[in-house]
T-cell receptor, first 114, second 116 residues
Framework: AQSVTQLDSHVSVSEGTPVLLRCNYS??????LFWYVQHPNKGLQLLLK??????LVKGINGFEAEFKKSETSFHLTKPSAHMSDAAEYFC????????????FGKGTSLLVTP | DSGVTQTPKHLITATGQRVTLRCSPR?????VYWYQQSLDQGLQFLIQ???????AKGNILERFSAQQFPDLHSELNLSSLELGDSALYFC???????????????FGPGTRLTVL
């Protein structure tokens, strides 16, 4: 069985400061891990994905995430937040248990203040 | 624009009714996934079709069904609708090489269903 836990439901940062969105996962197999972003009244956009290659994954818009197997974590970071980063972020796990369908976390709402 | 299209964008209907949501995948993608996003349940996987065949099932109610047609578009049918079915329904597609492990899914803009 697989699951994903996003440790913070809301995160607030000031513009220009670092962003950290935390995610822990569990999976019986070697998982694929993703971060998706959803802007208000918009669909879901893939930020980045981990599929057992490099453990540090770079995504779009300056985001990156590090896969740490020993900690079963896949935290999302960005060195400097921009106002346009305000959105809902979803950590996602998939493995062969679900036929590689995506199992979403509850989401973290990122607020960026001026 | 992901290349995945969904119609209609909005749907308002009454309890007990039946509706059909439509999804056209990206050109070349063989897999279609349906997801439901609601305030209380979050984003949940409903069902997957691959090249016309059902491949995986998630938390899909018996009142819901789906199919994928020869041209690869898919329809999600929701019947005997209840107030709790009000949600945003997303379709996603992927090319699905190597059994799906390395394939990202591209999401459509969603259909917002309101059941009154």
């Amino acid at each position: 069985a697989q699951s994903v836990t996003q440790l913070d439901s809301h995160v607030s940062v000031s513009e220009g400061t670092p962003v950290l969105l935390r995610c822990n996962y569990s999976s019986s197999y070697s998982p694929s891990l993703f971060w998706y972003v959803q802007h208000p009244n918009k669909g879901l956009q893939l930020l980045l994905k981990y599929t057992s290659a490099a453990t540090l994954v770079k995504g779009i818009n300056g985001f990156e995430a590090e896969f740490k197997k020993s900690e079963t974590s896949f935290h999302l970071t960005k060195p400097s937040a921009h106002m346009s980063d305000a959105a809902e972020y979803f950590c996602v796990v998939s493995d062969r248990d679900s036929g590689y369908a995506l199992n979403f976390g509850k989401g973290t709402s990122l607020l960026v203040t001026p | 624009d992901s290349g995945v299209t969904q119609t209609p964008k909005h749907l308002i209907t009454a309890t007990g009714q039946r509706v059909t949501l439509r999804c056209s995948p990206r050109s070349g993608d063989l897999s279609v996934y349906w997801y439901q996003q609601s305030l209380d349940q979050g984003l949940q996987f409903l069902i997957q079709y691959y090249n016309g065949e059902e491949r995986a099932k998630g938390n899909i109610l018996e009142r819901f069904s789906a199919q994928q047609f020869p041209d690869l578009h898919s329809e999600l049918n929701l019947s005997s609708l209840e107030l709790g079915d009000s949600a945003l329904y997303f379709c996603a597609s992927s090319i699905d090489i190597a059994g799906g492990r390395y394939n990202e899914q591209f999401f459509g803009p969603g259909t917002r269903l309101t059941v009154l």
